[in-house]
């Protein structure tokens, strides 16, 4: 039988169930605490709750939709998380430390549809969407993760999965996450990445003011239908009108992420195509040099080569920033370990 995750309900959900048990309302909110602003790993770490609150909890709830398969951690500190699911599948979560800012990068499905052809995980396949609670836990785990958990101070969906594809377990997971009474993440501090579905992207701006960035990847139709199929349902003239209307909040701007591919995207012709290409839009970039994974037919291009594009646009006025690529001796690209796993 398919666990029922208590990390699935919203605190409104929670006093209806709690409610249904017959408990006093109040219950609910106790229990909120215990699940968030506690982040217990136990119900018996619940002791203001009677016992037989707890037991009844214990029998029909599960309080983690995950658990730990491994922790790998890098020379560089980044701390990497391999998660089983119930059915067997398994999720990548990424701790990167970066003073002051420590992130963690989550998993929004197992595997991915999209099929970027540089990525691990988009050769997986999708396995499956992610629900609520396995996306909540996996923030709740790294939080009691005794080398880092305290330092995590900002969230990125820029792991396994294409977010924007699980929409509505994501903005729930969101909600959860931002909640003064929840992870009491601020809202400035989440980042949802989409490899550009136009119409969800519709949907999140009006949901949410986290912050959005976009993979980009390449500057024209051609390189991006190749590199990133879809790119054939949603082209860049669409995508980037769609960023054009994207409800920003004052003094934001979308985050554009792109993965130098030596001798495919990084040239300083295509560096100035993405000038042309971002013309309008309030950006910055996010220049990664490729990390290459086994089997790959991508390589890492030279820190020169690196600078140059960064110099092209630096000279367009567009604050691009190089972004180190982090923790590479545990294969932190975003699903080397699960499909090492081979199971997923
Ligand atoms: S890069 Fe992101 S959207 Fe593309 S296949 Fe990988 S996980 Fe999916």
């Not at 992870?183 to 989440?190: C, D």
Request: proline residues 5%.
């Amino acid at each position: 039988m398919k666990p029922l995750f208590i990390k699935n309900f919203t605190l409104q959900e929670l006093e209806a169930r709690v409610a249904g048990m017959g408990e006093k309302p109040f219950r609910a909110r106790q229990l909120y605490k215990h699940l968030y602003a506690r982040n217990v790993a136990d119900w018996s770490e619940c002791t203001d709750l009677s016992r037989s609150f707890c037991a009844r909890l214990e029998s029909e709830v599960s309080l983690h939709a995950l658990a730990v398969s491994r922790v790998d951690e890098a020379d560089d500190g980044t701390r990497k998380y391999l998660f089983r699911l119930h059915d067997g599948h398994f999720i990548e979560s990424v701790l990167i430390p970066d003073p002051p800012r420590c992130t963690l990068c989550v998993s929004s499905q197992a595997g991915c549809a999209l099929g970027c052809k540089f990525c691990l995980t988009g050769k997986l396949g999708l396995k499956r969407n992610l629900q609520t609670a396995e996306i909540v836990d996996q923030v709740c785990q790294a939080l009691r993760d005794p080398k880092l958990g305290s330092k995590v101070n900002s969230l990125v969906f820029m792991g396994m999965g294409e977010p924007l594809a699980n929409l509505d377990q994501v903005l729930r997971a969101v909600s959860i996450i931002t909640d003064p009474n929840g992870l009491m993440f601020s809202h400035r501090r989440v980042t949802l990445s989409t490899a550009g579905l136009v119409p969800q992207m519709r949907r999140l701006g009006t949901a949410t003011p986290v912050n959005l960035a976009i993979s980009i990847h390449a500057p024209n139709d051609a390189l991006r239908d190749d590199l990133m199929p879809v790119n054939r349902t949603y082209p860049l003239a669409e995508l980037m009108r769609a960023c054009r209307d994207y409800p920003l909040q004052a003094r934001k701007r979308i985050t554009f992420e792109y993965i130098l591919l030596e001798g495919v995207n990084d040239s300083p012709a295509q560096a100035k195509e993405l000038v042309r290409l971002l013309r309008g839009v309030a950006a910055k970039i996010n220049l990664i040099a490729f990390n290459p994974h086994p089997g790959s037919i991508f390589r890492t291009p030279s820190m020169e080569r690196v600078l140059e594009f960064q110099d092209v646009l630096r000279k367009a006025n567009l604050t691009a920033i190089i972004r180190k690529s982090r923790g590479g001796e545990i294969g932190a690209a975003c699903g080397q370990l699960a499909a090492k796993e081979g199971r997923n």
